[in-house]
């Protein structure tokens, strides 16, 4: 029984930050209606950058973290201006088939600059298991399901009252209408993959505290996608 316990704590903890980098494909989808085929590069090239920053150039948690952060969000501009924008008038079909090439891109260069297969991140959380119930569990997987539901529940906050948010919201709804209101569009897009990135990449982070980072990671698009299926494509936080 307690070994049931545990698988089902443990299950819920990756779900729940696979539901929080699922979040970085609704975001796109809702905002532009541009299917996000990059999204598994995405956490693959954040895993990475991460190793680089705390292992490779040693540098401290509360300078490397954030660095990835600063990372995402760059990369999430560079691939909204110079990629998609450019594209905006044509066929939704195009734009989805850009995001496949940047992810392949993505997936390219990281196998070029970290060409080995598997690493691991230093410890980001404490070590010492914990006891829920009957059931011993790790702390990485607590951390995870509680740092993912502070994330969703701040995200909620701020597509709710946030002047950004209540545009990205309007953006999903009616195009149009927001242009007729004089809404930058173009920054809603930008912002939607900004989030996205931002997004995958803390749940990259998360991911591979617990498992470590691999090529494999790509797959989390995959397995994220299921998640939106899921929720619903029309929900944020479905």
């Known amino acids: 029984m307690a070994e049931l316990l545990q698988y089902v704590i443990t299950g819920i903890a990756v779900g729940m930050v696979y539901a929080l980098i699922a979040l970085g494909f609704a975001l796109v989808w809702k905002s532009s209606s ?7 590069q995405l956490v693959l090239v954040s895993s990475w950058f991460t190793y680089g920053m705390l292992v490779q150039a040693k540098l401290p948690y509360w300078i490397g973290l954030p660095l990835t952060i600063i990372f995402a969000i760059f990369l999430g501009w560079i691939i909204e201006r110079l990629t998609l924008r450019p594209l905006i008038a044509q066929p939704i079909l195009s734009l989805i088939t850009v995001t496949l090439g940047v992810g392949y891109f993505l997936e390219g260069l990281v196998t070029f600059i970290w060409p080995v297969s ?48 209540i545009a990205m919201r309007a953006t999903a709804d009616d ?58 494509l029309d929900s944020f936080i479905g």
């Open 34 to 40: 541009v299917a996000n085929l990059a999204l598994g």
């Open 118 to 165: 598997v690493a691991a991140l230093p410890t980001l959380f404490p070590q010492e298991p914990i006891r829920i119930g009957p059931a011993i569990v790790s702390q990485e997987y607590v951390w995870a399901a509680v740092i993912s539901l502070v994330l969703f529940g701040l995200l909620s906050l701020f597509f709710k009252y946030h002047k950004m948010g």
């Open 175 to 232: 195009q149009l209408a927001v242009q007729a209101c004089a809404i930058p569009v173009t920054s809603v897009f930008s912002m939607s993959w900004i989030f996205a990135c931002i997004v995958a990449a803390i749940g990259g982070i998360l991911i591979s505290s617990i498992g470590g980072i691999t090529h494999g990671l790509v797959d989390t698009g995959l397995k994220s996608f299921s998640v939106v299926i899921l929720g619903g």
